[in-house]
Nanobody
Framework: QAQLVESGGGLVQSGGSLTLSCEVS??????????IGWFRQAPGKEREGVVC??????????VYGDSVKGRFTIIRGNAKNTVYLQMNSLKPEDTAVYYC?????????????????????WGQGTQVTVSS
């Protein structure tokens, strides 16, 4: 059973930066098939995909949500089962609970978007608040 633990959330001013971490256990990012992603959910809104990274055999893919392109970056850590979300130029509308998720099928990251229903394992979330 995979476990994902997010950390690094907090309060930051508009225009600032923050880096979230996701430590994954019971699931390896070295398989031929995997997907790992970051999602967020603001109060009263649906959970949306922020970015995901997948590997299916020899095909690797990274997909960013339109609202974060050019500002957020997903990074694989040197520790093989750690993934980071580097967030720059933060805006008040980025305020949400951020979740890390993984899929052992390798599905979830598509050219047309990120499908949260393909992800099997979820962390407990970390709050990010951006003040104006």
């Amino acid at each position: 059973q995979a476990q994902l633990v997010e950390s690094g959330g907090g309060l930051v001013q508009s225009g600032g930066s923050l880096t979230l971490s996701c430590e994954v256990s019971g699931f390896t990012l070295e398989l031929d098939y995997y997907a790992i992603g970051w999602f967020r959910q603001a109060p009263g809104k649906e959970r949306e995909g922020v970015v995901c990274m997948s590997s299916r055999v020899s095909s690797d893919r990274t997909v960013y949500g339109d609202s974060v392109k050019g500002r957020f970056t997903i990074i694989r850590g040197n520790a093989k089962n750690t993934v980071y979300l580097q967030m720059n130029s933060l805006k008040p509308e980025d305020t949400a609970v951020y979740y890390c998720a993984a899929a052992d099928s390798g599905y979830g990251c598509y050219d047309h978007g990120i499908n949260k229903y393909d992800f099997d394992y979820w962390g407990q979330g970390t709050q990010v608040t951006v003040s104006s």
